[in-house]
């Protein structure tokens, strides 16, 4: 069962990696580099929206959030778009994954908002 979840997680990378081909591929509609840019970053962040130590919540947005964009962003590609991104992701398997401090930092500035907003809401309520 093990190897079965590294060959999923081996997949969902590469297929990562093609939607980020597919990004910069001239033929993808706008709409669709929106949502690969908005899956891509989130991908790439260094830092998850959910903690990865945060037990089961932690993986949940690798595990669930990061394939369902890819499977929406897919039905909204031209097959022979996702076909090409998807050979060059294959024959570029290996390599090193860039980081996007920027959505790294929206996310970061996400947490800090929420962590403002519920210690602001406690001290109201412990009046």
């Known amino acids: 069962m093990l190897t079965e979840w590294k060959q999923r997680a081996k ?7 093609a939607v980020y081909l ?7 509609p706008w709409y669709a580099r929106a949502l690969a840019a908005v899956i891509v ?3 790439f962040s260094p830092i998850d929206l959910i903690p990865d130590p945060i037990p ?11 394939p369902l964009g890819v499977i929406l962003l897919v039905k909204m590609l031209p097959a022979e778009v996702m076909t090409d991104c998807r ?5 570029a398997a ?14 970061v500035a996400i ?15 412990l009046k």
């Open 56 to 66: 089961v919540l932690g993986y949940l947005d690798d595990l669930v959030l990061l």
């Open 94 to 107: 290996g390599g090193k994954k860039p980081t996007n401090w920027i959505a790294g930092g929206i996310i």
């Open 87 to 91: 050979a060059k992701a294959a024959a």
């Open 22 to 28: 597919a990004m910069k591929d001239p033929r993808t």
């Open 41 to 43: 970053g989130y991908a």
């Open 11 to 17: 997949q969902l990378k590469r297929e990562i990696h």
């Open 111 to 125: 947490w800090a908002i929420l962590i403002y907003l519920t210690g602001r809401y406690l001290w109201q309520f």
